[in-house]
């Protein structure tokens, strides 16, 4: 007898919590008997009412503001997606110049997957294109090539390090760091 009391206490207040929580989301209900329902649920998760449109609360002129304020939010950004649409950047007219000028001579433009090894990526590829001529190389072996042959040739390269360094000038040891760590 007592765990049955307690049990119905505690789901009493239980009832009461979903009532609060469901009031929250906007259902708005006078039988408290209409909570059980599963369609009631629904529609106070989706947000409709289940009492007359006549008991609804009316909006207040604030509310009403920030509704209007969002639809023609949401009307600017769709006018802006579609006028985005139909402008041609620049990239896209430059490829279209590029593919013309290209096509007779039975070349085509390839896009590479812009990962900071792109470069390499795309020598590669061409590179692949002459397999009578060329050794084979992946990207990986390219750039190993390329970072060897900047260190045999330092002289040449450390002043480009030199130069897109910012605030002091690196010298020595510096410099030589940075040109490390630029040749990995």
């Known amino acids: 007898m007592y765990w049955s009391s307690q049990v119905s206490k505690l789901d009493t207040k239980l009832r009461a919590q979903h009532a609060k929580e469901l009031a929250l989301l906007g259902f708005q209900s006078e039988d408290s008997k209409d909570v059980k329902g599963i369609e009631t649920l629904v529609k106070a998760i989706a947000g409709v009412s289940t009492t007359a449109p006549s008991q609804q609360a009316r909006l207040s002129k604030g509310q009403k503001w920030r509704d209007r304020r969002v639809q023609q939010d949401a009307e600017r950004e769709q006018r802006i997606k579609q006028e985005q649409e139909s402008v041609v950047s620049d990239r896209v007219r430059e490829d279209q110049q590029l593919e013309r000028k290209l096509c007779p001579l039975g070349f085509s433009l390839k896009e590479m997957k812009p990962d900071g090894h792109c470069l390499y990526r795309a020598v590669a590829d061409q590179l692949s294109l002459y397999p009578d001529f060329c050794p084979q190389h992946s990207y990986q072996q390219l750039r190993s090539l ?22 002091d000038s690196p010298t020595g040891k510096d410099l030589q760091s940075k040109f490390e760590v630029y040749c990995r």
């Open 146 to 167: 390329a970072a060897a042959y900047m260190h045999t040739h330092a002289d040449v390269f450390l002043p480009f390090v030199a130069a897109e360094s910012t605030g």
